[in-house]
């Protein structure tokens, strides 16, 4: 295999958009809606904690979608033994073959209502010599297969397979920074 493209599957970009948008409108209904009916019907007690607890949860949903967006939104070109991405919002390509560390290769589970798990989502991770990591998850991806493995054509080096930790509510771990 010598040129590849990955194929970014723009339906969950779009998807990701529209979520974006919605989180962001209900923090702004839930402020000017929200917040001033449960301050005119509850005591300061519970309006404050209420309010504190909704905007919370607003903004956390809207803080995670707007990550993703930001930080997945890539596509891996290679050509003529060449490392390239493409920043799909920016329409901006960058020459990366020189800045790469290596990759690895991790799932994380997507776990049902009943708490069982209902499958996983593989991903290959880019290090950067610069600290940087990019991430290419299983479902933005229509080629997603092929990633590794024009990675492994490519001369850059696997550093392993990773398990997916969580720093914290918005990032993960990652085992090779």
């Known amino acids: 295999m010598t040129d590849f493209k990955s194929k970014f599957l723009y339906l969950i970009l779009g998807i990701r958009i529209i979520m974006f948008l919605s989180a962001l409108a209900m923090i702004c209904m839930f402020l000017f809606l929200g917040a ?20 919370s949860l607003f903004t956390y949903l809207s803080i995670s979608i707007g990550y993703s967006l930001m930080t997945q939104r890539f596509n891996l070109i290679i050509k003529d033994k060449k490392i390239f991405l493409k920043d799909i919002f920016l329409m901006k390509t960058t020459s990366v073959t020189d800045n790469i560390k290596g990759y690895s290769i991790s799932a994380y589970s997507t776990i049902t209502a009943t708490k069982s798990i209902a499958g996983y989502f593989r991903t290959t ?25 024009v990675l492994d054509d490519n001369n850059v080096e696997f550093l392993g397979r990773e398990t997916f930790i969580w720093k914290n509510l918005l990032f993960r771990r990652y085992q090779f920074k």
């Open 36 to 55: 001033p009916s449960i301050w005119s019907r509850y005591s300061h007690e519970k309006a404050i904690p209420l309010t504190l607890l909704g905007t």
């Open 125 to 149: 991770i880019i290090y950067f010599k610069t600290g940087e990591v990019i991430e290419f998850p299983q479902f933005l991806y229509w080629n997603y297969k092929f990633i590794a493995l």
